[in-house]
T-cell receptor, first 113, second 117 residues
């Protein structure tokens, strides 16, 4: 069966510090991968998605970047965090050529102080 | 282009009462429709989905939803609410985009369900 893991689960960082959130998928190959953010009262915002290694599409301009160094690994990064980067970050995957159904990780709570 | 509107950001019901969460969609292609549930500080979990075939879809935890093309709706219902149903619910839509491609999910803004004893 397929599983998705992301870490860390909770992170408190000062403004201006770097960020790295990691997500891995097991039990499938060539998944589509996604990073979403949930800010309070703002629903789900798609940040990045990837259809293959090294292929990253950004949905919104922002202070964050994403990378996919391996088929089932997706990393969300920032060089210098802003207060507005605080939120709940969710990694998700879908099967290539599927109906778009997403499978979500457990989420990472980021607080920038 | 696709969009989803969830009517009511907060819904409150008594335990044992009917749960009705409303979702209307807009899609230029035949839609695939989903309902997800999110408990506090957790990821989203699929409740049910409609792709093709029977328009009344049954999901986990006693939930069901009916696809009504004429009304562009996909409302979520449960006959009798339980305290454990308290969570946030998201409706989402995708659709066939050509070749082997399917569109990314577009989510509604979510509805927080509160269940009173």
């Amino acid at each position: 069966s397929q599983t998705i893991h992301q870490w860390p689960a909770t992170l408190v960082q000062p403004v201006g510090s770097p960020l790295s959130l990691e997500c891995t998928v097991e039990g499938t190959s060539n998944p589509n991968l996604y990073w979403y953010r949930q800010a309070a009262g703002r629903g789900l915002q798609l940040l990045f998605y990837s259809v293959g290694i090294g292929q990253i599409s950004s949905e919104v301009p922002q202070n964050l970047s994403a990378s996919r160094p391996q088929d089932r690994q997706f990393i969300l990064s920032s060089k210098k965090l802003l207060l507005s980067d605080s939120g709940f970050y969710l990694c998700a995957w879908s099967r290539s050529g599927s109906t778009g159904e997403l499978f979500f990780g457990e989420g990472s709570r980021l607080t920038v102080l | 282009a696709q969009s989803v509107t969830q009517l009511g950001s907060h819904v409150s019901v008594s335990e044992g009462a009917l749960v009705l969460l409303r979702c209307n969609y807009s899609s230029s292609v035949p839609p695939y429709l989903f309902w997800y549930v999110q408990y506090p500080n957790q990821g989203l979990q699929l409740l049910l989905k409609y792709t093709t075939g029977a328009t009344l879809v049954k999901g986990i935890n006693g939930f069901e939803a009916e696809f009504k093309k004429s009304e562009t709706s996909f409302h979520l219902t449960k006959p009798s609410a339980h305290m454990s149903d308290a969570a946030e619910y998201f409706c989402a839509v995708s659709g066939y985009a050509g070749g082997t491609s399917y569109g990314k999910l577009t989510f509604g803004q979510g509805t927080i369900l509160t269940v009173h004893p």
